[in-house]
């Protein structure tokens, strides 16, 4: 069997202490050295990151997120241990945990830590494909003659490089496709580096949950449940036909997953896929100045990141949540791909208004997808709407100022509401 | 109730109704077709409550009466039976089931009660008019490319048929707009329409009335109120409601001062539009215009995958000018030309251009440029 220590990266045969260090973190598995699709995923990152450059925080429950209203984004693992999870609304988390020290997230601080992270994983291969700010896949096939090292030996030395120059800790997920290399990540963590190898994917997948299928959200689950699909073994009992009949292109997805094939490419090429903010408020609210006043500045927001990463989008979308917690979405294609912020609030507002008056609301969003280049952007005007120029405009202008003297530098007054 | 109906009489009275209803139906006796016999003819009618057509068809009647039956079933069945064929209903309302017998084939259909059927309120009409088929088919077909499909601005999701003023005085108008292009069309104001409300009719009821107006020589009564249209010829009826909304004031979008003047074959212009648009798989094609003396290149410029160029010889003597549009756009407006030259007004790369056909300014059309 293929062995590798973790802490100096010797490769080793079945010694159970590394002869050469003496450690004790060997991971060991027969495919160990054939293996090449990875998963890298950060454990707990923004809470290491606050950990990182606090050290005070160290040894304390550190939880990310915003006010009393707002979700846990990141809870450190101390505050994992006491129930804490993301996307747990705050209040309940401080009656889990009363003595979690909140953070509010430092985005700017996550993206910088973010990019280094990057810049390591860059050095391992061209094909790294981003998820999001902590987590990334990386196909590794091919590269072992060009580092003198195969894949498992690179990635052990990346989370240990990431470790000692960064100053944060990942979990390597590594099989032979992107779905079992996501799922493996997540089998160690935090620190962990857990392997899924072809010959014993049908039994490690049998009594698993379909739940851990990425992008099998609650609504999915629900509609898998009435299936009385619950386990892969579930799944393998359905041919082809029957479940993309009743799940659609996710049915022919399915049928590959519970037989542990995955086809899609680790691809490079970043395809952001929307541009979304959302914003939960401090109280429920039907004010329609207020909400006017969100739209208008998270249509800011989803416009600076468009510019920022010189991405157009052609579909708007608006989301609201109920204070039932029941979700309203609606969205609308736009003729002409736009990145500015006037387009996509005019176009959020018209969902809104379309909507009707269903308040109060604890939640309002607005996103941006179906992404083209910016050279696609705002290519034509709306000949019922002639001052649609000038207030674009007004906005690149805006836009400089904001570059050059901050971003409060110069607002619209909407804004202030 | 039983009838006896030829096939193809009763086929083209069921396919109007089966296209009026809505395929996704939640309320059930919506995907139904009410039929109603007496004397000697049949009646069919079909809604999908904002929209009503009745076609009303010569039939033998045995004995009268009505009933209800899945209108895409019964006109699947009318189709696939033999040309010439005689078809008889008969209803029996103990079991609740249609037979349709014609030849050697028998079907028998479930029914709906006709007391559950929609019947559209009657209406005040305050103004009822007589239009030449060939009149409405021309200001109907001309427009309703430009019908916008966006839902936020459901008040361009048809074309607003009004009075309004023109040179030669008053006219019956079409405009429709989608925000990208413009199209205005006029004819002569049928006598007694003058007092017409201006309505907005439906994109549907726009599909739904052309069926009506193949033959040039047909008369259609047409009635309007605030709220309802109405086109009949004597053996159909299509009532519609209107989009409840406010058209905008499209008259400021319409540009009265370009003065530069482009005259070109509008087969050959848009052929050639088309041929350069071809290297490009952008759902927004843009073809940009090199206006010279008497000289046009069309060209678009792909960088992933392509370039094309195609010079045209034209009347142009105004000063060069670059202007990109989309290509769908110049296309579909292009085509509405089918007598004299097309010419283009323009001002600048930033400003609406119009297109007319020779000098008629009866059919008017006005584009967005494209940024190139």
């Keep these: 069997m293929s062995a590798l220590c973790r802490d100096c990266l010797t490769e080793l045969q079945d010694e159970r202490r590394c002869p050469k260090c003496g450690g004790m973190r060997i991971v060991r598995h027969d495919e160990l050295f054939d293996l090449s699709i990875a998963h890298m995923d950060c454990d707990a990152f923004y809470a290491s990151v606050e950990k990182r450059d606090n050290p005070e925080l160290a040894d304390k429950p550190v939880v990310i997120g915003g006010g009393r209203r707002g979700v846990v984004s990141t809870a450190c693992y101390i505050a994992r241990i006491r129930g804490v999870r993301s996307a747990m609304p705050m209040f309940q988390a401080l009656k889990l945990c009363p003595d979690a020290v909140v953070v509010k997230p430092r985005m700017s601080v996550y993206v910088e830590t973010s990019k280094r992270i990057r810049a390591l994983m860059d050095e391992l291969t061209p094909a790294v494909e981003p998820l999001s700010l902590d987590e990334a896949f990386m196909d590794l096939t091919g590269t072992a003659k060009l580092h003198g090292a195969p894949p498992a030996v690179m990635l052990a030395r990346l989370v240990k490089r990431m470790k000692e120059e960064i100053g944060v800790t990942g979990s390597i997920g590594l099989s032979h496709n992107k779905f079992l290399a996501k799922v493996a990540s997540d089998l160690d963590k935090p620190q962990g580096f857990a392997v899924i190898g072809a010959a014993e994917t049908d039994d490690f997948l049998r009594d698993k949950s379909v739940r851990m299928i990425w992008g099998v959200g609650p609504a999915a689950q629900e509609s898998l449940d009435r299936a009385g699909i619950h386990t892969f073994a579930d799944l393998l009992r359905w041919d082809q036909r029957e479940l993309s009949d009743r799940f659609g292109s996710m049915g022919y997805r399915l049928w590959h997953l519970a037989r542990g094939q995955d086809k899609r490419k680790v691809s490079a090429r970043n395809p952001v896929k929307s541009i979304s903010k959302e914003t939960t408020f401090f109280e429920d609210t039907s004010s329609l100045d207020l909400l006017d006043g969100h739209l208008w500045r998270l249509s800011e927001q989803v416009a600076d990141r468009a510019k920022a990463t010189g991405k157009a989008g052609r579909v708007v979308t608006l989301k609201l949540k109920r204070a039932n917690f029941s979700l309203i979405s609606r969205r609308l294609s736009l003729r002409d791909a736009t990145q500015m912020a006037d387009s996509i609030y005019s176009t959020a507002r018209g969902l809104f208004d379309q909507v009707g008056d269903q308040g109060p609301y604890r939640l309002i969003g607005v996103g941006l997808s179906d992404i083209v280049d910016e050279s696609h952007a705002d290519l034509s005007a709306d000949l019922l709407d002639p001052d649609a120029a000038k207030r674009r405009k007004a906005e690149r202008a805006t836009d400089k100022i904001r570059a050059r003297f901050g971003s409060d530098a110069i607002l619209k007054g909407r804004s202030m509401r | ?372």
């Design chain 2, 1 to 372: 109730m039983k009838i006896s109906i030829e096939r193809g009489t009763l086929l083209k009275a069921v396919s109007q109704a089966q296209s009026v209803v809505e395929r996704r139906n939640t309320i059930p006796i919506l995907a139904n077709v009410l039929i109603e016999a007496e004397g000697n003819t049949a009646q069919f009618r079909a809604t999908d409550l904002d929209i009503e057509v009745v076609d009303k068809a010569a039939a033998m009647v045995e004995r009268a009466g009505s009933t209800t039956v899945s209108a895409n079933t019964l006109h699947e069945i009318v189709r696939k039976l033999p040309d010439g064929a005689l078809v008889t209903l008969t209803d029996d309302s103990a079991t609740g089931r249609l037979t349709v017998e014609a030849g050697r084939s028998n079907f028998s259909l479930a029914t709906l009660p006709k007391e559950d059927f929609p019947v559209m309120a009657s209406s005040d009409y305050a103004c009822n008019f007589t239009a030449n088929a060939a009149q409405l088919r021309r200001l109907f077909d001309k427009s309703k490319f430009a019908i916008s499909t966006e839902e936020t601005r459901y008040y361009l999701n048809g074309v607003y048929m009004h009075v309004s003023d023109a040179d030669g005085g008053k006219v019956l108008r079409c405009v429709a707009t989608d925000g990208h292009r413009l199209a205005r069309i006029d004819s002569d104001l049928p006598e007694g329409a003058s007092d017409m409300p201006g309505v907005i009719v439906p994109r549907k009821t726009v599909g739904e009335l052309r069926k009506l107006l193949d033959d040039d020589e047909m008369d259609i009564a047409v009635s309007v109120s605030e709220t309802k249209v109405r086109f009949a010829t004597p053996d159909i009826t299509l009532t519609s409601k209107v989009i409840d909304g406010t058209f905008p004031d499209y008259t400021r979008v319409i540009p009265t001062g370009n003065t530069r003047r482009l005259e070109v074959d509008a087969a050959e212009f848009a052929k050639a539009v088309d041929r350069v648009a071809t290297v490009s798989s952008e759902r927004s094609r843009a073809v940009k215009l090199a206006l010279d003396e008497d000289r046009l290149i069309l060209s678009v410029n792909a960088p992933d995958s392509g370039a094309a160029e195609e010079e045209l010889a034209v009347a142009y003597g105004d000063e060069r000018l670059e202007i990109g549009f989309n290509a769908k756009y110049l296309l579909e407006i292009a085509s509405q030309v089918d007598r004299e030259n097309a010419v283009f007004m323009f001002n600048s790369a930033g400003d609406p251009t119009l297109m007319r056909e020779g000098n008629d300014t009866t059919a008017v059309y006005v584009v967005m440029p494209m940024r190139v």
